[in-house]
């Protein structure tokens, strides 16, 4: 039998002839054995050809091909089925109905602002603009990205929602037709609805029915309604940038709006701006020349909704935005489609502002500040802008808000604004950076509150004996001698935190802050934050005075109680999180702030109010550089609150100073975070607060070692202060006579006894410092 047939007959499961019979050696017969063992293993295992056969190159094409056919019936089925349904733009508007933590109702809104303009109104080039932003092949496309809407789908079923693409055709159908649901089954109605909507419709009524059902944010649907709030004037008389513009807003309305975009937020929409007049570019559809002429246009100022006068307006809007958020992160909804899923959407929402909380600081604001004020006879006072934030730390919950003079009259938030310095109030989070990394000196001894540090104004700091190019100068260019770290947190000692920040590490420094609350994304890691150069609201701060209060456990206000909508309820996230630093770090620096009210800046506002009954209290005051801003953040065991005035010019927006504000402070008139922010705390705190006790783990600061009183000696031009209790305090007016050259060599011998004589500086040069590694022009100084 030749190998042919051998091969042959084993595939048919026959077996070789048995050859003629011959002698056999034992090597012939070792051999005949192996191959007999060949042959029965051979004949004993599976076929290898098995697999082979099932997946033949026939079968694994029919069962593409099967599946594709499934498929084209499936949506041919789908297709079929899916009708367009009736537009329902106008009855997704429901009022959303807002109320107290009591659930006595806050407010309503609901009325919408929305005019039907028709598509020939709207100057061609205007029109453009969002096809340029959306989608650059609407006019030649079948109305859906079929890959951007597999990706989608996708991403739904992945639980990752905000990625995707769509066509404008398909936001016109979500818009008018569906809704913002992130479900398989709602994409798969928006592509069938997508292409039978481009069949049955002209591109221009779809780009009609786009461009006047989308929602442009400060309660604006529609182009009409959309170039009324932002530039005051009718939908056709739309310059090409102004198109641009709100084409650039529909990606996220309230965030890129310019009247109360954060600078990140500005940037986006900058960026986006250029994309889209870039693309008309591009498109042929804008001259290059014309597109280089364009500048970016002058945006008007928002009027607020009606009924949401005085305070609603700004609780309505954080409470709109903290439920935009977690919609995104619950359902991966994009900024925009979050936006358009909850204003003016049926929803019960109930926040957690106490309403005699919320009435007594609107009180205290008033009776210390806002009535004091005259724009009539001083133009300051014109410029003063009051934000204030008040937290349960046990819960998190925001209690009370304070956002401007009106919803109306000041549509941005002055709670929630991050452009204005948080000042001295950054202090307690870099001693707080300091024990919780056991960080030491330059002397290598442990920081804690009794570390002693040289106070000399202007030192310079120095980084392992190596100066670092900065020495900032003490409010009113005042010297202390050695000073412990308790003594340099009452009297807010500039000098000494710029040194501490050094010793710990500013990385270190900026991480703590980020872990307690603060955001620091794109924050240079340099010594002039020491001073609280950067940006904050008394949100923020409130927020990280919080989680000292509760003993290191991550607090996050939050506004919304709960959120209702057609009996459907959004889970909100625990305002209080884990640990972020230890217990024994927070209740050490609670301990020493209470030397600051008991012994330092805050005293005579707070300390000394007749209201305070007792009451234990621990805080921190904050003037920034130029007196543009100024700070109390404060606490009881049960209550936080941080006060913040801001210099603000009502026409530019400008920061401007506060210096001569309401007339009552003799000359300079330095509006200081110990006056009238500190009186409006108290006044506001010592109103709703009974008494209670810190439970502190801790053996530092002054709350369990209280400092000896300080000798209150001054220096020879400080007058002392007339104003009766209830004005703000006097600021004392340094002297402008040089004492001589000082000394640059600061001393490293510590005295036994700290001395809180203060020696006299050269006098100091207004508008701060120009050190190379200041990350703005101004720097956070003062008390």
Same mark, same amino acid.
């Given at each position: 039998?030749?190998?042919?047939?051998?091969?042959?007959?084993?595939?048919?499961?026959?077996?070789?002839?048995?050859?003629?019979?011959?002698?056999?050696? *034992?090597?012939?017969?070792?051999?005949?054995?192996?191959?007999?063992?060949?042959?029965?293993?051979?004949?004993?295992?599976?076929?290898? !050809?098995?697999?082979?056969? =099932?997946?033949?190159?026939?079968?694994?094409?029919?069962?593409?091909?099967?599946?594709?056919?499934?498929?084209?019936?499936?949506?041919?089925?789908? +297709?079929? $089925?899916?009708?367009?349904?009736?537009?329902?733009?106008?009855?997704?508007?429901?009022?959303?109905?807002?109320?107290?933590?009591?659930?006595?109702?806050?407010?309503?809104?609901?009325?919408?602002?929305?005019?039907?303009?028709?598509?020939?109104?709207?100057?061609?080039?205007?029109?453009?603009?969002?096809?340029?932003?959306?989608?650059?092949?609407? $006019?030649?496309?079948?109305?859906?990205?079929?890959?951007?809407?597999?990706?989608?789908?996708?991403?739904?079923?992945?639980?990752?929602?905000?990625?995707?693409?769509?066509?404008?055709?398909?936001?016109?159908?979500?818009?008018?037709?569906?809704?913002?649901?992130?479900?398989?089954?709602?994409?798969?109605?928006?592509?069938?609805?997508?292409?039978k909507v481009d069949r049955e419709k002209s591109k221009d009524d779809i780009l009609a029915g786009y461009i006047n059902t989308s929602y442009y944010g400060r309660n604006a649907y529609g182009i009409q309604a959309a170039a009324q709030a932002y530039f005051h004037v009718d939908a056709e008389d739309l310059k090409v940038e102004q198109g641009a513009y709100l084409a650039a807003l529909l990606q996220a309305p309230s965030q890129y709006d310019w009247a109360v975009a954060t600078p990140t937020g500005k940037r986006l929409v900058t960026q986006r701006w250029n994309y889209v007049l870039d693309n008309?570019?591009?498109? !042929?559809?804008?001259?290059?020349?014309?597109?280089?002429?364009?500048?970016?246009?002058?945006?008007?100022?928002?009027?607020?909704?009606?009924?949401?006068?005085?305070?609603?307006?700004?609780?309505?809007?954080?409470?709109?935005?903290?439920?935009?958020?977690?919609?995104?992160?619950?359902?991966?909804?994009?900024? @925009?489609?979050?936006?358009?899923?909850?204003?003016?959407?049926?929803?019960?929402?109930?926040?957690?502002?106490?309403?005699?909380?919320?009435?007594?600081?609107?009180?205290?604001?008033?009776?210390?500040?806002?009535?004091?004020?005259? /724009?009539?006879?001083?133009?300051?006072?014109?410029?003063?802008?009051?934000?204030?934030?008040?937290?349960?730390?046990?819960?998190?919950?925001?209690?009370?808000? +304070?956002?401007?003079?009106?919803? $109306?009259?000041?549509?941005?938030?002055?709670?929630?604004?991050?452009?204005?310095?948080?000042?001295?109030?950054?202090?307690?989070?870099?001693?707080?950076?300091?024990?919780?990394?056991?960080?030491?000196?330059?002397?290598?001894?442990?920081?804690? #509150?009794?570390?002693?540090?040289?106070?000399?104004?202007?030192?310079?700091?120095?980084?392992?004996?190596?100066?670092?190019?900065?020495?900032?100068?003490?409010?009113?260019?005042? &010297?202390?001698?050695?000073?412990?770290?308790?003594?340099?947190?009452?009297?807010?000692?500039?000098?000494?935190? #710029?040194?501490?920040?050094?010793?710990?590490?500013?990385?270190?420094? =900026?991480?703590?802050?980020?872990?307690?609350?603060?955001?620091?994304?794109?924050?240079?890691?340099?010594?002039?934050?020491?001073?609280?150069? =950067?940006?904050?609201?008394?949100?923020?701060?409130?927020?990280?005075?919080?989680?000292?209060?509760?003993?290191?456990?991550?607090?996050?206000?939050?506004?919304?109680?709960?959120?209702?909508?057609?009996?459907?309820?959004?889970?909100?996230? @625990?305002?209080? !999180?884990?640990?972020?630093? &230890?217990?024994?770090?927070?209740? %050490?620096?609670?301990?020493?702030?209470?030397?600051?009210?008991?012994?330092?800046?805050?005293?005579?506002?707070?300390?000394?109010? /007749?209201?305070?009954?007792?009451?234990?209290?621990?805080?921190?005051?904050?003037?920034?550089?130029?007196?543009?801003? #100024?700070?109390?953040?404060?606490? %009881?065991?049960?209550?936080?609150?941080?006060?913040?005035?801001?210099?603000?010019?009502?026409?530019?927006?400008?920061?401007?100073?506060?210096?001569?504000?309401?007339?009552?402070?003799? *000359?300079?008139?330095?509006?200081?975070?110990?006056? $009238?922010?500190?009186?409006?705390?108290?006044?506001?705190?010592?109103?709703?607060?009974?008494? #209670?006790?810190?439970?502190?783990?801790?053996?530092?600061?002054?709350?369990?070692? *209280?400092?000896?009183?300080?000798?209150?000696?001054?220096?020879?031009?400080? %007058?002392?202060?007339?104003? *009766?209790?209830?004005?703000?305090?006097?600021?004392? @007016? /340094?002297?402008?006579?040089?004492?001589?050259?000082?000394?640059?060599t600061p001393s490293r011998t510590p005295s036994q006894t700290p001395s809180q004589t203060p020696t006299t500086a050269p006098p100091t040069t207004p508008g701060g410092t120009d050190e190379p590694l200041d990350p703005k022009p101004g720097l956070g100084l003062g008390r």
């Amino acid at each position: 039998m030749g190998r042919a047939e051998e091969r042959r007959a084993r595939q048919r499961g026959g077996h070789r002839a048995a050859p003629r019979r011959r002698r056999s050696t *034992p090597a012939a017969a070792t051999t005949a054995a192996a191959g007999a063992g060949r042959t029965a293993t051979a004949a004993g295992r599976p076929a290898g !050809g098995l697999i082979r056969r =099932m997946f033949t190159w026939k079968r694994v094409l029919g069962t593409f091909f099967g599946t594709c056919l499934l498929a084209i019936a499936a949506f041919i089925g789908l +297709y079929l $089925y899916v009708d367009i349904p009736p537009g329902n733009a106008a009855a997704q508007r429901q009022s959303n109905v807002y109320k107290y933590s009591d659930g006595t109702i806050l407010a309503r809104s609901g009325e919408v602002n929305r005019e039907i303009v028709d598509l020939a109104k709207v100057p061609r080039k205007v029109q453009l603009t969002f096809v340029a932003a959306e989608n650059k092949s609407f $006019y030649h496309d079948v109305g859906v990205d079929f890959r951007g809407t597999a990706r989608g789908l996708i991403n739904t079923v992945a639980g990752r929602g905000k990625q995707g693409g769509s066509t404008i055709t398909q936001q016109y159908v979500k818009n008018y037709y569906l809704n913002q649901d992130q479900t398989v089954t709602r994409k798969l109605k928006e592509l069938v609805i997508a292409l039978k909507v481009d069949r049955e419709k002209s591109k221009d009524d779809i780009l009609a029915g786009y461009i006047n059902t989308s929602y442009y944010g400060r309660n604006a649907y529609g182009i009409q309604a959309a170039a009324q709030a932002y530039f005051h004037v009718d939908a056709e008389d739309l310059k090409v940038e102004q198109g641009a513009y709100l084409a650039a807003l529909l990606q996220a309305p309230s965030q890129y709006d310019w009247a109360v975009a954060t600078p990140t937020g500005k940037r986006l929409v900058t960026q986006r701006w250029n994309y889209v007049l870039d693309n008309m570019v591009e498109e !042929g559809w804008l001259s290059k020349s014309r597109r280089e002429a364009m500048h970016f246009p002058q945006i008007k100022e928002p009027r607020g909704a009606p009924g949401l006068g005085g305070q609603k307006g700004y609780l309505v809007e954080l409470a709109n935005q903290q439920l935009e958020q977690q919609l995104m992160e619950q359902q991966g909804l994009t900024r @925009s489609q979050a936006e358009n899923a909850v204003v003016e959407k049926g929803w019960t929402i109930t926040l957690n502002i106490d309403r005699k909380k919320q009435a007594t600081l609107e009180k205290a604001v008033k009776t210390q500040l806002t009535a004091r004020l005259d /724009p009539r006879k001083r133009k300051v006072d014109g410029a003063v802008q009051a934000g204030a934030v008040s937290v349960d730390p046990a819960t998190g919950r925001i209690v009370a808000l +304070y956002g401007g003079r009106d919803y $109306y009259a000041h549509y941005f938030d002055n709670a929630t604004r991050r452009d204005y310095q948080p000042a001295s109030t950054f202090k307690p989070v870099i001693l707080a950076a300091a024990l919780e990394e056991d960080a030491t000196t330059q002397d290598g001894k442990p920081i804690t #509150a009794d570390t002693l540090y040289d106070g000399t104004s202007r030192r310079p700091v120095l980084d392992h004996g190596a100066e670092v190019g900065f020495a900032p100068p003490n409010e009113d260019d005042v &010297s202390y001698d050695d000073i412990t770290v308790q003594q340099a947190m009452n009297k807010s000692v500039n000098s000494v935190f #710029a040194q501490m920040g050094v010793d710990v590490g500013m990385d270190k420094v =900026m991480s703590t802050a980020g872990k307690l609350g603060m955001d620091t994304k794109g924050m240079q890691a340099v010594p002039a934050q020491t001073l609280g150069s =950067m940006g904050a609201s008394p949100l923020e701060m409130a927020g990280i005075y919080a989680t000292f209060a509760n003993h290191g456990h991550k607090v996050t206000p939050t506004i919304v109680k709960s959120a209702e909508q057609k009996g459907r309820s959004t889970t909100m996230p @625990s305002p209080v !999180g884990g640990p972020v630093i &230890s217990r024994t770090t927070a209740d %050490t620096v609670t301990s020493v702030l209470t030397g600051v009210v008991d012994d330092g800046t805050a005293r005579r506002s707070v300390a000394d109010n /007749p209201l305070r009954d007792g009451q234990q209290v621990a805080g921190k005051t904050g003037t920034s550089d130029e007196d543009k801003s #100024a700070w109390f953040t404060g606490y %009881t065991p049960d209550l936080v609150t941080s006060v913040g005035l801001f210099g603000e010019d009502p026409k530019t927006k400008a920061h401007v100073s506060l210096t001569g504000a309401t007339g009552l402070i003799p *000359p300079p008139g330095r509006i200081n975070g110990g006056g $009238y922010p500190a009186q409006i705390w108290a006044a506001y705190t010592f109103g709703v607060t009974d008494r #209670a006790a810190f439970h502190l783990q801790t053996r530092q600061g002054a709350a369990v070692a *209280p400092t000896e009183t300080p000798t209150r000696t001054p220096t020879p031009s400080r %007058t002392p202060s007339r104003t *009766p209790s209830s004005a703000p305090p006097t600021s004392p @007016s /340094p002297s402008r006579t040089p004492s001589g050259t000082p000394s640059r060599t600061p001393s490293r011998t510590p005295s036994q006894t700290p001395s809180q004589t203060p020696t006299t500086a050269p006098p100091t040069t207004p508008g701060g410092t120009d050190e190379p590694l200041d990350p703005k022009p101004g720097l956070g100084l003062g008390r």
